[in-house]
T-cell receptor, first 110, second 113 residues
């Protein structure tokens, strides 16, 4: 079983819809959970960062961590065409190593 | 402007010809890291550095070397490149550990023939 699993998509949704992106993981020692967004031909940029379990909200974005299920989610409300990108989940046990998911390609259809 | 720069942005080379990809940041960050990104495999950490003269292996270090002689620079060295090192490479830096916000460079697309 891979350490971090993420559906590569592509995921296409109409503008204004709620988007749900997910990752599962196998290492119960992960404590830090991140979501990065990567536009085509650009480097990733951090969207959300969560420590341990719970929810975190930032504008239209909500990150959820369920450590009991080893499952993390990113929700995007009122999705916009500018949200079209690849979304990468990432995790760390708290040392200096980080494991990324393979990324989910998201298309928001105008 | 706060940024991470990489050079070159594109490179085509041949098997066995040593090359260096430079990375520089102007944010006084302690932590720097190199990644490679491949279709179907995602973003994988090659090496990282917690500070000057302190480096360690990530998930895929084989065939790569790094050095951190100055805080701002973190070059990636391929002593004898092979075709399986054809990839998109990113350098990143952050103020603290890796779970803090990492700032990524624009990427270097390397092709090894």
């Amino acid at each position: 079983q891979k350490e971090v699993e993420q559906d590569p998509g592509p995921l296409s949704v109409p503008e204004g819809a709620i988007v749900s992106l997910n990752c599962t993981y196998s290492n119960s020692a992960f404590q830090y959970f991140m979501w990065y967004r990567q536009y085509s031909r650009k480097g990733p940029e951090l969207l959300m960062y969560t420590y341990s379990s719970g929810n975190k909200e930032d504008g239209r974005f909500t990150a959820q961590v369920d450590k009991s299920s080893k499952y993390i989610s990113l929700f995007i409300r009122d999705s916009q065409p500018s949200d079209s990108a690849t979304y990468l989940c990432a995790m760390s046990v708290g040392d200096d190593k980080i494991i990324f998911g393979k990324g989910t390609r998201l298309h928001i259809l105008p | 402007e706060a940024q991470v720069t990489q050079n070159p942005r594109y490179l085509i080379t041949v098997t066995g010809k040593k090359l260096t990809v430079t990375c520089s940041q102007n944010m006084n960050h302690e932590y720097m890291s190199w990644y490679r990104q491949d279709p179907g495999l995602g973003l994988r950490q090659i090496y990282y550095s917690m500070n000057v003269e302190v480096t360690d292996k990530g998930d895929v270090p084989e065939g790569y070397k790094v050095s951190r002689k100055e805080k701002r620079n973190f070059p990636l060295i391929l002593e004898s490149p092979s075709p399986n090192q054809t990839s998109l490479y990113f350098c990143a830096s952050s103020l603290g550990a890796v779970y803090n916000e990492q700032f990524f460079g624009p990427g270097t697309r390397l092709t090894v023939l």
